[in-house]
């Protein structure tokens, strides 16, 4: 899928971006991918040239632009490295709900100007911490949402007064949510709560359990499971077909 290079000015800095399009004039529905702890790297390119394949212009930001010229991280070693552990955990914790939440407002009106995309209202999809931010940006920008999906998404549910699920009242976007066995970043108690917050509040939804580890939909994770992951991509894009305007 042909692949634009470019940035997005926000209001802290420049976030360097990949435009993903399928092959042809479009223009096609817009969709937000936001990468999981590890960041954008060539696991998410591939990913996000597979989203367009299948009809949508796809925006692939780098959600740490604010680090600077940040060095990659090795995921099948991280989590085992102590130091490379408290750096990634540091860069998880910099991406505020308002810093999230912004930046999408900036994400949303590039992909308004770009003649590869249609209409005004887009989607979004996240896997890890990125699925948090899917919710997080359904709930803070939700004129500009229209369907929001979550693959094994931690953090969705916490006691914090920003947790996601207490932005229910406030989204109108169509959401997914995709959980993975035995995750303890998002239990049964939690998808309880989410799915009582959501239901409340009127929102359409569906939250699912995957009979697989957290990890699973993203190749370069220890956890990948073909299965799981081909089962994701056709769960997410039944949602954006049914939601987003082409």
Not at 116 to 137: D, P
Not at 204 to 209: K, L, Q, R, V, Y
Request: include cysteine.
């Amino acid at each position: 899928m042909p692949k634009t290079t470019d940035s997005v000015t926000t209001a802290d800095g420049t976030c360097p971006v990949g435009l993903f399009t399928p092959d042809g004039p479009g223009p096609w529905p817009g969709v937000v991918m936001y990468c999981d702890a590890g960041g954008v790297r060539d696991t998410f390119d591939q990913m996000a040239a597979k989203l367009a394949g299948f009809g949508y212009a796809v925006l692939l930001p780098d959600v740490y632009y604010r680090s600077g010229d940040w060095a990659p991280f090795d995921m099948a070693t991280v989590f085992g490295d102590e130091r490379e552990r408290r750096r990634l955990f540091g860069m998880i914790g910099s991406l505020t709900p308002d810093k999230i939440a912004a930046d999408a407002t900036a994400f949303f009106d590039y992909l308004v100007a770009r003649p590869e995309v249609s209409g005004e209202r887009f989607g979004v999809c996240g896997y890890c911490m990125g699925g948090r931010a899917s919710l997080i940006v359904a709930g803070r920008v939700p004129e500009r949402v229209a369907a929001a999906a979550s693959f094994h998404g931690g953090g969705l549910v916490t006691d914090a007064a920003d947790s996601p699920h207490l932005l229910a009242d406030r989204m109108s976007a169509t959401v997914y949510v995709g959980g993975a066995k035995d995750d303890a970043s998002f239990t049964r108690e939690d998808a309880e709560q989410l799915d009582k917050a959501l239901t409340a509040a009127g929102v359409e939804h569906t939250i699912e359990w995957y009979p697989a580890a957290h990890g699973f939909a993203v190749p370069d994770n220890a956890p990948y499971d073909p299965a799981a992951a081909e089962r994701h991509w056709q769960a997410m894009t039944e949602v954006f077909a049914s939601a987003l305007p082409r």
